[in-house]
Structures are given as C-alpha cells and as structure tokens.
C-alpha cells in the first residue's frame, strides 16, 4: 500500500468547490426514480441516462470531483463505444465503485440490518481497479427506533463490516468512501440523532484502529445530525449546521483528509442549505464537501424524462445542482442563487 497515492486521491475527491456524485443506485432504486418520470428501466436507458450526466462537460470539469458507479455502469459502453469510465476521466474526474451489495436481517436484532459483501471482496477490487476505479463506497445502514434501536450489536457489526472493507481497499490501492448512515426516517429529533450518530462514528473510528485503516487515506460520508422526517419539531438550518459540527468535531479525527455528507432524504435546496452553513462555519480540520445522488439527481432525471430531446435541458439542470452544491463546499451559497436556475 502506498499511503501517499491514497492521500493525494483522498485529498483530490474532497477539492474545494468540487464534489462526488453518487450515481451507484441499484437496480431496484433506479427503478423507482424512472418509475417517478415514466421511463422504463432498461440496460439501454440507464446508460443513455447517465451519459447524459457524465457529458455534462461544465457540471462535470468545473464542479464534480468523483463518480460513484454501480457494477452495471462501470463496465457500460457509451452509444458511441466509447467506455462510460472513460468520459469520467476524461473530464478530469475520479471514477468510483459501490462494492457492498446491500442489506440483510441481522440475526437476533429484529428490525435491523446488516451490509453484506465482504466474501470475495478482494478480487472485485482487483478487477475494478484495473478498470480504472481509484474509490470505492461501502453503505452500513443503522435506523433509529423504538424498543432499543439502534442495538449496539447492530453498531458495532457494521462497524466492523466498514472496517474490514476500507482495509481490503487500502490493500487494493483503492480509497474507500466509509459510510454509516443513520437513516432519517423515524420520528426522532436532532438531540436523538446526534446522540446516534456520536455513537455510531466512535465505533466506526475503535474499527477502523483495530484494522490498522490509514486515515490519511479515507474519505467519511456521513449523515448529517438532522431530526427525523416525521418529528414534529425540525431543527433551524443553523442548528443542523452547529451541531453537525460540534458532533464531527467530537468523534472524527483531524487526520481523516475530507467529509463528504450524504443528502440523506433532504430536499435539493435543503441539502445544500446546510452544507453551505457548515462551510461558513469554517476552521475545520477537514475539507467539508458532498457526496449527494438524489439531491443531485432529482432536478436532470425530471427534466430528461427519457426522452433524446431533453438531454441538453437534463445537462443545464444537472450542471445548476452541481454549481449549486460546489459553492456551498465553499460556504459560497446564497438562496437567491436558486432563482437563477437553468
């Protein structure tokens, strides 16, 4: 392993005004997005969609750092033949892999998950690698309920799982993206999911220790601390900013070279809202960026519709999302900002 190369990719994907999108929605997933914009979900209609964003030539060159591919995608052709990894690079951007293939029950937690994904794990790599992947992303999913939800067997096995998989990476001269979500789907408010959220970063970092992951060479995407979608009392977006940061500040080591948070459910404006206050908050120990799919996403599919005349009005709302979010990277947003849209 060579831990400068993974420092200078690290450091690369978390570029100020820059940062990652995350098109590695799985089969199922990108389903239900066609599904909302009546566009059937076919091989074909997956790549002509996400041609679309990686030709995004201004989006794509002046705003986005890294892409983070599905297995699908990574091994897809553009209709002219030319790779789709291939459009990556060649608008300066970093090509990435999702390698954690989803969730099951975990055994004797009842409502809760597990990620799976680890067998074999090491030869993926390899091959992904030499297809051009230089970062990889690996999703553990803690929800926050009733009845002792979260567990801490459910924390500490997907901790674990984190860990062992950013190790395999950092083996693979990949840097991996370490992602513990706790979801924002129940009705707890932001002292709750700070609470979490504490407790699940501390565990993540006693792993990543215990399997000698070099921080220098990591990238953490986590949730923001935000109360849940249903709880009656949400939080200003000055105290999401203030306590995101106070909570990061407690559990995340300076050494870790940049954040790049999940949207998480928020609406576009939303997401970016919060990102840009966190930035001007400013003297951090690490570069504060995003790593958003559907806060990315929404806007382009909407406008697409799948349809080939709508692909330059798909590129314009894509590339407004994009601008958008990489001015916030530098505390840079402003409201009014989103009247200008394409």
């Given at each position: 392993m060579k831990l400068a190369d993974l420092n200078k990719v690290a450091l690369a994907m978390v570029t100020p005004g820059k940062g990652i999108l995350a098109a590695d929605e799985s089969s199922g997933t990108i389903k239900k997005r066609f599904d909302a914009i009546k566009v059937e979900s076919t091989e074909e209609n997956r790549r002509d969609y996400r041609e679309m964003l990686f030709r995004s030539q201004e989006a794509m060159s002046k705003y986005i750092s890294g892409v983070i591919l599905y297995d699908e995608t990574i091994w897809q052709n553009a209709k002219d033949g030319t790779p789709l990894i291939k459009l990556i690079e060649q608008a300066g951007s970093i090509p990435g892999i999702k390698v954690d293939e989803g969730t099951q029950a975990l055994p004797n937690c009842p409502g809760e998950l597990v990620t799976v994904g680890l067998d074999k794990l090491a030869e993926r790599l390899k091959k992904y690698y030499e297809r051009g992947a230089r970062f990889a992303k690996w999703r553990a999913v803690i929800d926050i309920g009733t009845g002792g939800i979260p567990s801490m067997t459910a924390i500490r096995v997907n901790a674990h799982a984190l860990a062992r998989y950013a190790a395999l990476c950092q083996a693979a001269q990949i840097v991996p993206i370490v992602e513990p979500e706790v979801l924002m789907d129940?009705?707890?408010?932001?002292?709750?999911?700070?609470?979490?959220?504490?407790?699940?970063?501390?565990?993540?970092?006693?792993?990543?220790?215990?399997?000698?992951?070099?921080?220098?060479?990591?990238?953490?995407?986590?949730?923001?601390?935000?109360a849940g979608k249903k709880s009656?009392?949400?939080a200003s977006v000055e105290e999401v900013a203030e306590k995101t940061i106070r909570m990061l500040k407690a559990c995340v080591p300076a050494a870790v070279p940049g954040i790049a948070f999940l949207s998480g459910g928020q609406s576009d404006e939303e997401a970016t809202a919060h990102l840009n206050a966190m930035n001007r908050i400013g003297n951090l120990p690490w570069k504060l960026t995003f790593s958003f799919g559907r806060a990315l996403q929404a806007a382009p599919q909407k406008a697409w519709s799948g349809r080939p005349e709508n692909v330059a009005a798909g590129q314009r709302a894509f590339t407004h999302r994009a601008r958008m979010n990489a001015l916030a990277s530098k505390g840079e947003w402003a409201t009014d900002m989103e009247k200008k849209a394409a």
């Open positions: 129940g009705d707890h408010d932001i002292e709750r999911c700070y609470d979490v959220t504490s407790r699940v970063l501390n565990q993540t970092f006693r792993e990543l220790r215990v399997q000698r992951v070099e921080l220098e060479g990591m990238v953490l995407k986590p949730n923001m601390a935000i009656a009392k949400q």
